[in-house]
């Protein structure tokens, strides 16, 4: 393998029901940095059927160039033919980098096309940069320069590693929704935009969609609310999250919750928080009868303001916790609604 | 059918991590468990054995008392147990790991193998999809649930706000969620039965057509530049009030913060 081939910061731009998730705005800004530390652009790949008058929306939000490959084997995501495309693009255009979001779809997506053309690939970072490998230099041992260092928590976010991938190319990271920013979106910004089709003949390796079930879900993605007001095990009942809602609905909030509480039937699994949930960093986090496994920690700890109430005194929750009321959240929350209530209404 | 079920025995994260004065893990001071989806794959396996008949393999990589894990899956109810361990398969990333599991996979018999989504140690959800890839068979990742028709798999198969219902034709790889059900416990029958029986064990020679600069360490494309515990911001401010004062102390925080 000829590394010095390999050029450009690719990104798997995913949509569904041909609308663009934001995890591919948020490569395409994390992926300008690294573009800039290289000297070279950025380009998304935009795969579907009847996609191609989304590559508009992708160059506002800063790609130089997308290619789109657009069939329609490609309509709904399945493994093969997405990875059949994948897979070609990196063939044909040999990227130096190519990030895929940390989602459902990109980490099963991901390890199948590193595995096809044998790369590495680090999964679910939260920051990457380029630098040298090894970072220090070691007798004996070639630093290599201009290397994507890919770094990821592990054991249930007790420890991070920082990964490379020196002698094989595209370096491959899947990247956690909601950790990278995006750029502004530039209306009218128009990229370079070209087609590609590898040509997709269904085998074994294709599976039949038999069914298609949504869930029904009316409420804010929690991952784009600004104020959380998230539940956990201490709330009590799926009853009791009403002091949540009634706090939220004040204060221009959602409600958010644990995996405890989605375990327990409470509230539904999109709105959970966490390691097996989501990702969120809100402006504010209330953090209400949750003791704070690690594993929630790890979906939360980056949010800007993070207020605790917990009648345990020594819940973890506490140890990251910005401000932390070790008291009782059933005589507190109404009191608070009102309080709050009355202060904005003075406004 | 025949199903193979790929099984990984993992630091009990749960009571916290230990570490080595050089911050590596401490591995020996740390409880070890079957990693949970893995055990979610194996009841869903047992289930089918169950219902329809089955033969039920154990495969497992790692350190010889790796060996452990594979006597607690024969106490559920699986038939045999195969371990692969060698020292020069250590190291691996998910590379080489999902490349050991195919060589050894080679010299199974299979219409079926069911993998955990993501094991608890690495949580990275690559090896199940990477071992489909090297053996050319179909993947369904996230599996809700899983049942058998014919020759085919029909798995529901989980996303952010959906699920599919996806039809596979085995031989074919399905990769399992702890949410796919409740493991049985082992029977004291079975505990007996598992102390006894033969586990078999594999090294490098067993595995069919894989080189060996795809294997450990140094097959491994993925490496580590630097690993260290984790540094939290660290705790600010903890009062302990009566409600009323309590909530006077939230607003003035939410007004010294702008939020209001």
Redesign the interface.
Known sequence: MNLEEYKGVYVFAQQVDNVINSIAFELIGKGKDLADALGTDVTAVLVGSGVKGLADELAEYGADRVIVIDDPELKEYRTEPYAHALASVIEKYKPEIFLVGATAIGRDLGPRVSARIHTGLTADCTQLEIGDFPMNPVPGKEQKHNQLLMTRPAFGGNTIATIACPDFRPQMATVRPGVMQKRERKPGVKANVEEFNPGFTPDHKYVEILEIVKAVSDTVDIMDAKILVSGGRGVGSAENFKLLEDLAEVIGGTVSCSRAVVDAGWKPKDLQVGQTGKTVRPNVYFAIGISGAIQHLAGMEESDLIIAINKDEGAPIFDVADYGIVGDLNKILPALTEKLKAEIAAK | MKIVVCIKQV?D?KG??KFNPDGT?DRAAMMTIMNPDDKAGLEAALRLKDEYGAEVTVLTMGLPKAEDVLREALAMGADKGVLVTDRVLGGA???AT?QTLAGALRNMDYDLIITGRQA???????????I???L???????AQNLKVEGDSV?VER????????????MPCLVTALAELNEPRYMTPGGIFDAFDAEITVWGRADLKDVEDSNLGLKG???????????V?????????????E??????G???E?H??
Not at chain 2, 120 to 130: E, L, M, S
Not at chain 2, 158 to 169: P, S
Not at chain 2, 246 to 251: A, E, K, P, Q, T
């Open positions: 630091p994260t916290g991590v893990l990333d998910t590379w999902s608890i140690d690495g949580d990275t959800a690559q090896v199940g999809p990477q489909s890839e090297h050319n068979i179909p993947v369904i990742s996230y029909i989980q996303f952010d706000d959906r699920y599919h219902v996806l039809k596979a034709k491994s494309p993925t490496q580590i530049a630097k690993a260290s515990d984790k939290r911001k660290g705790a600010g401010e903890k009062v302990n009030l009566d409600p009323a309590s909530v006077d102390y939230i607003v925080k939410l007004k913060k939020v209001i």
